[in-house]
C-alpha cells in the first residue's frame, strides 16, 4: 500500500491524498478538493483512481467529489451519518469498517468526532501504521469545532481513539498549520525543547516540504496531547483565572481549544 500527499497549494492549506494499491494500480483519492491534481498526479503514477473518501462534509473536502467522479466513475465513500451535507454518496462507513482496495489496501475506519459529529479517519495498519486523520487532529495541533463540531467530543476522540494508537503511526492530516501550531504550543509551554527544534528546522518550507510527524512525536509537540503538563496548566491558569491549581484533563483541552480560538 503507498500513501502519496498531494499538495494544492491553495488559499486553505489543503493535502490530498492517494492511497493506492501496488500491485493493481487501483487508488482512494482523500477530499480531493483540486481534483484536477489528483487525477493528474495518478495517471502519471500509472494508476486508477476508482474510490472518493470524504473525511467529513466541509466544501473545503468535498469541493472536487463531482469533478473527479466525472472523470473517472469513481465510487463516493463518507461518513454513514454525513448523507444531509454530502451528495451522491455511494457507502456510508460507520466504526469497524474496512474499506478494501485491490490487493494491498485495508484501511480501518474510526469514528472520530469533534471537528465535526460525522468525521471519519482511515488507520492503516501494516509495518508503519498510518493514520488519515482530515481535520480532527493536525500536526502539532488539533481541528476547530467553529462549523458542526463539539470540542467534547473532541476531547473524547484525541483521549480514547488517539491515546489507543502506537506511538509509530504516521499523521496525515487535512492541512499544513504545523507552523503556526508549533508556535502556539511554544506560547503555552515555553521550555518545550522538542517543538523549539522542529520549529527552528522548518525554515522557509511550506507543505510541499513539511515533515510527517508521528503520534509519538505529537505526544511530544503538540499541546492538546500534553494535558498533565505543569507549565500548560500554570500558563493556562493565568490566561483562565477560575481554573482550578489541578485541573482534570478535559478542562484544560477545553480551555486550550477555546484559547486557540482567538490565538
Known amino acids: 500500500m503507498i500513501i502519496e500527499r498531494l499538495w494544492p497549494d491553495n488559499a486553505w492549506r489543503n493535502y490530498h491524498y492517494l492511497v493506492a494499491c501496488e500491485e493493481t494500480g487501483e487508488a482512494l483519492a482523500v477530499d480531493p478538493l483540486d481534483w484536477p491534481l489528483c ?37 463516493l465513500l463518507a461518513h454513514g451519518g454525513a448523507g444531509a451535507h454530502i451528495a451522491g454518496i455511494d457507502r456510508g462507513l460507520h466504526e469497524g469498517d474496512v474499506i478494501r482496495l485491490g490487493r494491498s489496501v485495508e484501511l480501518q475506519c474510526l469514528d472520530t468526532p469533534g471537528h465535526t459529529r460525522a468525521h471519519l479517519c482511515l488507520l492503516a495498519h501494516g509495518d508503519v501504521p498510518a493514520l488519515i486523520c482530515g481535520d480532527t487532529l493536525f500536526n502539532a495541533g488539533a481541528g476547530n469545532c467553529h462549523n458542526g463540531g463539539n470540542p467534547e467530543l473532541l476531547f473524547e476522540t484525541f483521549t480514547r481513539r488517539f491515546g489507543a494508537l502506537p506511538d509509530a503511526t504516521v499523521v496525515h492530516p487535512g492541512h499544513d498549520y504545523l507552523a503556526r501550531n508549533l508556535a502556539f504550543t511554544l506560547d503555552r509551554e515555553p521550555d518545550n525543547t522538542a517543538a523549539q527544534a522542529l520549529l527552528a528546522s522548518l525554515g522557509t518550507s511550506d507543505g510541499a516540504t513539511a515533515p510527517e510527524t508521528t503520534l509519538g512525536l505529537e505526544r511530544r509537540i503538540n499541546t492538546f496531547f500534553r494535558l498533565r503538563e505543569p507549565q500548560i496548566i500554570e500558563r493556562l491558569r493565568a490566561a483562565f483565572p477560575t481554573l482550578p491549581p489541578q485541573p482534570d484533563a478535559k478542562s484544560v483541552f477545553l480551555h486550550l481549544r477555546e484559547l486557540r480560538n482567538r490565538w
Open 39 to 75: 487525477l493528474a498526479r495518478a495517471r502519471e503514477r500509472g494508476w486508477t483512481i476508482t474510490h472518493i473518501l470524504n473525511t467529513h462534509e466541509h466544501r473545503d473536502h468535498t469541493g472536487g467529489n463531482e469533478g473527479l467522479r466525472a472523470a473517472t466513475g469513481a465510487r
